[in-house]
């Protein structure tokens, strides 16, 4: 049981590059979120999904998609990179049951 | 999801109980409280969480009041280690929510 695993750990990209992160859960879980924290911040929501197939937006979802085909992936997708998406992304998932289980984050550094 | 507020930060005493307030007003009578933790970098972990009655488990201890309009997580021996954000979230249960965090408490163990 690996919880949440984000794809890639790190990441350079250039302004106008586009890019997908990737998060993933083996445990079943309904509700999947992503979340951006920019340095000495909290956290912000982009995106969420309740279930397979659903995506809604959050806080801040300007210039990210996101897409859940698979009831255990979340992808969350840049089309176009600029330096303000500069951010560490969090994804989240949850159960019926709670808590809410982060991943360990992907550093994403846009030039 | 009710708003929440907590205080931008706190010092405390390695070895002495840490106090950490959350004020709830507008929670519902179907929400819960969570309490999540953040260290240095890492994604948010969970503490407790609780509905009416105080709870306590190995990490921590959760104090709601009788209005459930704030409630006191304590962590009854500060370790530095305990250096992190705590954030406090209202949540409903078993639904997919919009969940957004607030600022958090940047608390600080010193020896």
């Known amino acids: 049981n690996a919880g949440v695993t984000q794809t890639p750990k790190f990441r350079v990209l250039k302004t106008g590059q586009s890019m997908t992160l990737l998060c993933a859960q083996d445990?079943?879980?309904?509700?999947m979120y992503w979340y951006r924290q920019d340095p000495g911040m909290g956290l912000r929501l982009i995106h969420y999904?309740?279930?397979?197939?659903?995506?809604a937006k959050g806080e801040v979802p300007d210039g990210y998609n996101v897409s859940r085909l698979k009831k255990q992936n979340f992808l969350l997708g840049l089309e176009s990179a600029a330096p303000s998406q500069t951010s560490v992304y969090f994804c989240?998932?949850?159960?019926?049951?709670?808590?809410?289980?982060f991943g360990p984050g992907t550093r994403l550094t846009v030039t | 999801d009710a708003k929440t507020t907590q205080p931008t930060s706190m010092d405390c005493a390695e070895g002495r109980a840490a106090n950490l307030p959350c004020n709830h007003s507008?929670?519902?009578?179907?929400?819960?409280v969570y309490w999540y933790r953040q260290i240095h970098s890492q994604g948010p972990q969970y503490i407790i969480h609780?509905?009416?009655n105080n709870e306590t488990n190995e990490m921590a201890s959760l104090i709601i009041t009788e209005d459930r309009k704030s409630s006191t997580l304590i962590l009854p021996h500060a370790t530095l280690r305990d250096t992190a954000v705590y954030y406090c979230l209202c949540m409903i249960k078993a639904a997919g929510n919009k969940l957004t965090f607030g600022g958090g408490t940047r608390v600080l163990v010193k020896p």
């Open positions: 507008t929670i519902s009578g179907n929400e819960y």
């Open positions: 999904s309740v279930g397979e197939g659903t995506t």
């Open positions: 609780g509905l009416k």
């Open positions: 989240a998932s949850i159960t019926g049951q709670g808590p809410l289980i």
């Open positions: 445990m079943n879980h309904e509700y």
